[in-house]
């Protein structure tokens, strides 16, 4: 700064007063940059908070409806299946009964001599018709023998008829079948190795099961749900 | 509701506030428009009553009836066309707003702005009526009132976007393009003030193609108005806080990056470099936008800045931008480095110095694939040195290219010529092979004896190192 003539005491102030402006000036303009990009920062930080948090309550929201829809279809299927499993359950009940009366019944069967004597013997023809066996033991219960001795022949008789052949019957009277029992025949062979079932209890058994699917459609009508027939 | 973070706006103007000075004590007939029925007498006294000489005691006054006082002030501006009560009013807001030693500054615009609430016309468009006026003073005055209204409006206010870009475009049409620079330094500093506020970047972008030009051109030109220069390329970086508006910016501006580049490299002052360089900063920070990071590197832009950096910055934003802008450019140039780029520039035979050619590590990588094919590759670089196996032929075809071409054909010697050094280097195999094939060895010597003084060098360091190997195969 050589040339110049010593500045005086205003002057200097003067001088010390545009510096101090001067530089106040770039400070508040550098101060307004400052605050100009904080707050642009600050915008895109908040959007992107924002955004996040919307997407974590989203996937948060949509995690719980998912439990949510998931808890409702198991118990939904739950108390189906529960509704399904208690009618089912009555309706075997209800068949299960029906065997039973029938059972009953039964018993009562062969205390009425007039109905029971030709059933036995069908019973005992029958037997024989599937042994077809020349020799043929048979049990029947103890108050059954006298009965029993009545239709021998007229089984026999039958049975040559439609088998072609003789057959010899005979009585087991070491064995008797279970005074318990409401009645029928156990027609056993020669050799005692194949027994035919024919008591009344068998043939209830037997007509349970093929008669069951009838009983069942005429007391329930037809299955909604069932897809094959054959 | 209040005025929300409040740093005042000043204008720093001596023409503006010598047009205003005087306002303040020219009288207004305020009773004689009464009388003439033009306003009514609430209206006339009110006005009256502001019309006391000292600031604080205006100020004083309309605090002790603020919705008053902000009603009639608008409902005068509303219905009286005079000039002389118009600069009066017009000057109140301003004065009441700007003046340094009051208490209570924001008062007025405070109360102008809580009528927004009664009438969502209010106070803006008001004031916005008077922005294409005749008269030049009341044009700067109602668009400084209009600014200073607009800034700081909550962000709940609603604003019409034709409020902000009727504003927008008196700035940048107008005030911009004046001849009378006074005028021009005063629109920049409104303008800048209208940026910092996101949701008006958006609706000035959206008119850019007739708001953008006038403002670019400023940066253009060489002025030497340092402030002007400042205020210009604040208002841009501004701008270029915006997404759409970085990517989009040098898109149809496209010598912004080089205008930039070379704001900061040669400006003098630190807050030029230090707005230039933020703003470059802005342009890069768009992920996956690999054009313009093309056009940085086209630009030379990693040279530039490794030197800026180099440089004593008082300024830590600066230096924090320079290091960005530096390490995306520098994982840019690794991301190019690819042999697909060299291939597709043999293939063009358009050949410049692009990232692959002076990377060490492209070289080390990619040099095999050069020996492929009995050295294919190799050969048809050496190939593209000659226009012709003929000497004359060539200097014949060479003089029939156009100017454009003749430069692109030497800066391709200059390069395959390097390329070819870089493959020797690296591929000592390749020295065999030439040897097997003289005629190619001769092509590159040859190149030594060309008048281009880049292709001059670039032969003599391949021969050199053809040499330096020969001698240790």
Redesign the interface.
């Known amino acids: 700064m050589s040339g110049r003539s010593p500045l005086s005491d205003n002057q200097v102030a003067d001088e010390l007063k545009k510096m101090e402006t001067f530089i106040k000036k ?1 400070a508040d ?2 101060a ?6 904080a ?2 920062e600050y ?1 895109i930080e908040k959007a992107s908070i924002v955004r996040a948090e919307i997407n974590s309550i989203d996937s948060l929201y949509e995690s719980k409806f998912k439990k949510a829809a998931l808890a409702q279809q198991i118990t939904k299927s739950t108390i189906a299946n529960k509704t399904r499993l208690k009618i089912l359950a009555a309706r075997e009940q209800t068949l299960d009964k029906i065997f039973e009366e029938a059972e009953e019944k039964l018993k009562k069967i062969s205390q009425d001599k007039k109905t029971y004597k030709p059933i036995l013997k069908s019973l005992l023809e029958e037997g024989l018709l599937s042994l077809l066996e020349k020799k043929v033991t048979i049990r029947v219960r103890k108050n059954d023998v006298s009965a029993a001795k009545e239709i021998i022949d007229e089984a026999r008789k039958d049975f040559e008829a439609k088998a072609g052949f003789a057959v010899d019957v005979s009585i087991d009277e070491s064995n008797y079948l279970s005074s318990e029992i409401a009645g029928g025949v156990v027609v056993i062979n020669s050799t005692g190795k194949i027994e035919v079932n024919n008591t009344l209890e068998e043939r209830l058994k037997l007509l349970s099961e093929t008669a069951l699917p009838g009983i069942r459609l005429e007391l329930f009508g037809p299955s909604k749900s069932r897809k094959f027939f054959d | 509701m209040t005025i929300e973070s409040y ?1 005042k706006f000043v204008i720093d103007s001596p023409f503006f506030e010598s047009l205003t000075k005087p306002i303040s004590s020219r009288p207004v007939p305020w009773e004689g428009y009464a009388r003439s029925n033009q306003l009514s007498i609430d209206e006339a006294d009110s006005m009256k009553k502001l019309d006391i000489q000292e600031i604080q005691e205006k100020i004083d006054t309309i605090d002790s009836n603020v919705a008053l006082y902000s009603t009639k002030v608008l409902a005068v501006l509303n219905k009286l066309d005079r000039n002389d009560a118009i600069e009066n009013l017009l000057d109140l807001i301003a004065k009441t707003y700007t003046d340094n030693n009051t208490r209570g500054p924001l008062v007025l615009l405070n109360g102008l702005l809580e009528l927004n609430n009664i009438d969502s016309s209010l106070p803006f468009n008001t004031i916005a009526k008077f922005l294409d006026n005749q008269n030049e003073t009341i044009q700067m005055l109602s668009s400084y009132d209009l600014t200073i209204l607009l800034i700081s409006a909550p962000k709940s206010m609603r604003i019409s976007n034709d409020i902000v870009s009727n504003l927008f475009q008196l700035i940048t049409t107008q005030f911009l393009v004046s001849e009378n620079k006074n005028l021009v330094f005063f629109g920049i500093q409104l303008l800048k003030e209208l940026l ?1 506020i ?1 949701s008006f970047r958006h609706i000035f972008w959206s008119f850019q193609s007739n708001f953008f030009p006038p403002l670019y051109k400023l940066l253009n030109q060489n002025s030497t108005d340092l402030q002007l220069r ?1 205020y210009t390329l ?1 208002s841009i970086w ?1 701008l270029s ?1 915006n997404k759409e508006i970085s990517i989009k910016l040098p898109e149809l501006y496209k010598d912004i990056i080089a205008k930039y580049l070379s704001l900061s490299k040669d400006s003098v002052k630190e ?1 030029i470099v ?2 230039a360089v ?1 703003t470059l900063a802005n342009f890069i920070s768009i992920p996956k936008n690999e054009n313009i990071i093309k056009v940085f590197l086209y630009e030379k832009a990693v040279d530039i800045f490794n030197q800026l950096i180099e440089r004593k910055w008082a ?1 830590d ?1 600066l230096k924090q931008d320079l290091s960005l802008i530096l390490t995306t450019l520098n994982d840019a140039v690794v991301n190019l480095t690819t042999f697909d780029q060299y291939e597709i520039e043999l293939s063009k035979e358009q050949f410049n110095w692009s990232p692959p050619h002076k990377s060490e590590e492209f070289w080390i990588e990619n040099v095999t694939k050069f020996k492929e094919n009995n050295f294919k590759i190799f050969v048809q670089l050496i190939k593209l040195l000659q226009l012709s196996e003929d000497e004359q032929d060539a200097i014949f075809i060479f003089e029939s290219l156009s100017k454009e071409q003749q430069q692109q054909f030497t800066l391709n010697q200059a390069i395959i010529c390097h390329d070819l050094g870089m493959v020797v280097k690296h591929l000592p195999e390749s020295i065999k092979f030439l040897e097997k094939n003289p005629s190619l060895k001769y092509t590159i010597m040859n190149l030594m004896n060309s008048q281009n003084a880049d292709v001059k060098y670039e032969a003599l360091r391949t021969t050199q190192i053809l040499v330096s190997h020969s001698f240790t195969v």
Do not use: P, T, V
Not at chain 1, 32 to 37: H, P, Q
């Open positions: 770039e303009e550098k307004k940059e400052i605050r100009l990009k707050e642009e915008e | 740093s910092s996101s400042y604040l501004l806080f807050k230090r707005l933020s300024d934003e």
